[in-house]
T-cell receptor, first 113, second 113 residues
Framework: QKEVEQDPGPLSVPEGAIVSLNCTYSNSAFQYFMWYRQYSRKGPELLMYTYSSGNKEDGRFTAQVDKSSKYISLFIRDSQPSDSATYLCAMSLLTGNNRKLIWGLGTSLAVNP | SAVISQKPSRDICQRGTSLTIQCQVDSQVTMMFWYRQQPGQSLTLIATANQGSEATYESGFVIDKFPISRPNLTFSTLTVSNMSPEDSSIYLC??????????FGSGTRLTVV
């Protein structure tokens, strides 16, 4: 079993839809949870960073962490064609002085006008 | 957050040759990270580069194949040596953001023919 599971999609939605992107994980020691957006031919860009269970909102984006279920989500409200990208989840934990960072495969999202 | 300039953005190389990828950060950072991103696979950490010491390589990656330099706190290079078509990938450098998460360069898309 992979430490982080993410459905690669592709996911296609109409403009204005609410998008739900999800990752599950198996290691309960993960402490920090991140969502990145990656446009074609670009590096990943940090969207959301959180370390506690619950919701964190930033504009049209909401990150949700459920540590009891080992499940994280990213919601995009009023999706726009400019949101079309690959979305990667990532999780990290500290082991001594080292930080271990594990990535999901990424979900490809297309928002159609 | 830091801004990273990575070059080249892409290259097509002959097998058996080597390519050096450069990353310049606009601020001083202790650690720089080098990743590989292959189609259908999650981001894979190649090595961590600390200024003034040898890079630390992840399992499956060796210094002879991926030598790294870190001459100062704002610059690092990764060389892909004796390339084969299996080395065709996107290579990314990254630094840790003091506010949380990581910042990435725009990536180098390498094709080996």
């Amino acid at each position: 079993q992979k430490e982080v599971e993410q459905d690669p999609g592709p996911l296609s939605v109409p403009e204005g839809a609410i998008v739900s992107l999800n990752c599950t994980y198996s290691n309960s020691a993960f402490q920090y949870f991140m969502w990145y957006r990656q446009y074609s031919r670009k590096g990943p860009e940090l969207l959301m960073y959180t370390y506690s269970s619950g919701n964190k909102e930033d504009g049209r984006f909401t990150a949700q962490v459920d540590k009891s279920s080992k499940y994280i989500s990213l919601f995009i409200r009023d999706s726009q064609p400019s949101d079309s990208a690959t979305y990667l989840c990532a999780m990290s934990l500290l082991t001594g002085n080292n930080r271990k960072l594990i990535w999901g495969l990424g979900t490809s999202l297309a928002v159609n006008p | 957050s830091a801004v990273i300039s990575q070059k080249p953005s892409r290259d097509i190389c002959q097998r058996g040759t080597s390519l050096t990828i450069q990353c310049q950060v606009d601020s001083q950072v202790t650690m720089m990270f080098w990743y590989r991103q292959q189609p259908g696979q999650s981001l894979t950490l190649i090595a961590t580069a600390n200024q003034g010491s040898e890079a630390t390589y992840e399992s499956g990656f060796v210094i002879d194949k991926f030598p790294i330099s870190r001459p100062n706190l704002t610059f690092s290079t990764l060389t892909v040596s004796n390339m084969s078509p299996e080395d065709s990938s996107i290579y990314l450098c990254s630094v840790e953001d003091p506010a949380g998460g990581y910042t990435f360069g725009s990536g180098t898309r390498l094709t080996v023919v």
